[in-house]
T-cell receptor, first 111, second 113 residues
């Protein structure tokens, strides 16, 4: 069974610190990797996507992918209280329509 | 543009009752999806429609049926609701099935007693 694993948290970081969120996946055929943010009671929204090994930066967010280790991470620099949410990791196998989601990591940024 | 809309926002059903969850998008997207989200289980795909006129099963299709009414609308039907179907249901759409960005609706909270 294809699995996407995330630490459920909560992960607490002080305002201004770097938050590091991690995700591992079991399917070596996975080709596309995504981070969604979900505020409590709201719907998920895509914040980052990454397809090749290495880092991808977008503003305060950096996604990191290591396919050999089957590991993808999200770094949030200068964390703000507004970043407090659940972060969902999702992966998609090459040629598949389906996204497989992890259970999410709850992040709390303390002012 | 409203994006992806879902009705109703909240529904309570008794075991055995039927209902249809409605979803519509105004982004001219080809692909649409139905997910359920349960505590501790994450988001799981129920059904999807890669394009108008086609539907396919996802990870957890049992107990559900779908209809892609037209390009804009994709409905999810529970014929005989069970307590195990208590969940939050999200509809999503994307430009096409190869597009990674899926836009989610606000969700429908369903409680089956």
């Amino acid at each position: 069974q294809k699995e996407v694993e995330q630490n459920s948290g909560p992960l607490s970081v002080p305002e201004g610190a770097i938050a590091s969120l991690n995700c591992t996946y079991s399917d070596r055929g996975s080709q596309s990797f995504f981070w969604y943010r979900q505020y409590s009671g709201k719907s998920p929204e895509l914040i980052m996507s990454i397809y090749s090994n290495g880092d991808k930066e977008d503003g305060r967010f950096t996604a990191q992918l290591n396919k050999a280790s089957q590991y993808v991470s999200l770094l949030i620099r200068d964390s703000q209280p507004s970043d407090s949410a659940t972060y969902l990791c999702a992966v998609r196998r090459a040629g598949s329509y389906q996204l497989t989601f992890g259970k999410g990591t709850k992040l709390s940024v303390i002012p | 543009n409203a994006g992806v809309t879902q009705t109703p926002k909240f529904q309570v059903l008794k075991t055995g009752q039927s209902m249809t969850l409605q979803c519509a998008q105004d982004m001219n997207h080809n692909s649409m999806y139905w997910y359920r989200q349960d505590p501790g289980m994450g988001l799981r795909l129920i059904y999807y429609s890669a394009s108008e006129g086609t539907t396919d099963k996802g990870e957890v299709p049992n107990g559900y049926n779908v209809s892609r009414l037209n390009k804009r609308e994709f409905s999810l039907r529970l014929e005989s609701a069970a307590p195990s179907q208590t969940s939050v249901y999200f509809c999503a759409s994307s430009e096409d099935s190869s597009q990674e960005t899926q836009y989610f609706g606000p969700g429908t909270r369903l409680l089956v007693l």
